[in-house]
């Protein structure tokens, strides 16, 4: 199994820029793909970013490409979400999640959310 847990989250000034960072417990993180999703008051819960287990490719919803950056570091069992440009529509509650591909579904593993609010 993989326990993740959330950190970064806060409020900024749109055009500002937040971390997101996301550590996980267990030897086996540096095999799982993981993925960044979010969710905002009365919506679905969205896929943001992916990246592979090795880190060789990344993916990107449209909404934030170019924007936000997903990494990982294996040796720390870190992965992290650079938000730059931030937008007010932006807000939502932010997850990590282990797992691969732009749907929820394909996630068995999820953190407990970082709340990212975005003022205008």
């Known amino acids: 199994q993989v326990q993740l847990v959330e950190s970064g989250g806060g409020l900024v000034q749109a055009g500002g820029s937040l971390r997101l960072s996301c550590a996980a417990s267990g030897r086996t993180f540096s095999s799982y793909a993981m993925g960044w999703f979010r969710q905002a008051p009365g919506k679905e819960r969205a896929f943001v970013a992916t990246i592979t287990s090795s880190a060789r490719s990344t993916s990107y919803a449209v909404s934030v490409k170019g924007r936000f950056t997903i990494s990982r570091d294996n040796a720390k069992n870190t992965v992290y979400l650079q938000m730059n440009s931030l937008k007010s529509e932006d807000t939502a509650v932010y997850y990590c999640?282990?797992?691969?591909?732009?749907?929820?579904?394909?996630?068995?593993?999820w953190g407990q959310g970082t709340q990212v609010t975005v003022s205008s």
């Open positions: 999640a282990a797992g691969s591909g732009v749907l929820a579904r394909g996630y068995a593993y």
